[in-house]
Nanobody
Framework: QVQLVESGGGLVQAGGSLRLSCAASGRTFSSYAMGWFRQAPGKEREFVAAISWSEELTYYADSVKGRFTISRDNAKNAVYLQMNSLKPEDAAVYYC?????????????????????WGQGTQVTVSS
């Protein structure tokens, strides 16, 4: 069982930055790949970024590539999302999620249905 708690959301002007954090419970955090997803009002939840359990692999949605950076600290049971050059279209509730390590990760990292555990989300608002 993994419990996830996001923090760091808030209101920022377009062009600004925010750093989201996700704290995980449990002693097997390093066995999980982690992902960030977001959902804006009236839209489906979409993939933002993912990082493998060993930190070797990172993936990004095209819409955030070059602006967002995902990282993790297995010693602290935490995953982060540094968001720079924010745009109004980045506004959404951001969720972190955990997927147990296993074969086929390379084809599943952006599939919300493959993630077993989810946080409650943190709101990001970007003013223009």
């Amino acid at each position: 069982q993994v419990q996830l708690v996001e923090s760091g959301g808030g209101l920022v002007q377009a062009g600004g930055s925010l750093r989201l954090s996700c704290a995980a419970s449990g002693r097997t955090f390093s066995s999980y790949a982690m992902g960030w997803f977001r959902q804006a009002p009236g839209k489906e939840r979409e993939f933002v970024a993912a990082i493998s359990w060993s930190e070797e692999l990172t993936y990004y949605a095209d819409s955030v590539k070059g602006r967002f950076t995902i990282s993790r600290d297995n010693a602290k049971n935490a995953v982060y999302l540094q968001m720079n050059s924010l745009k109004p279209e980045d506004a959404a509730v951001y969720y972190c999620a955990a997927m147990r390590r296993g074969p086929g990760y390379g084809g599943a990292y952006n599939n919300a249905g493959k993630y077993e555990y989810w946080g409650q989300g943190t709101q990001v608002t970007v003013s223009s």
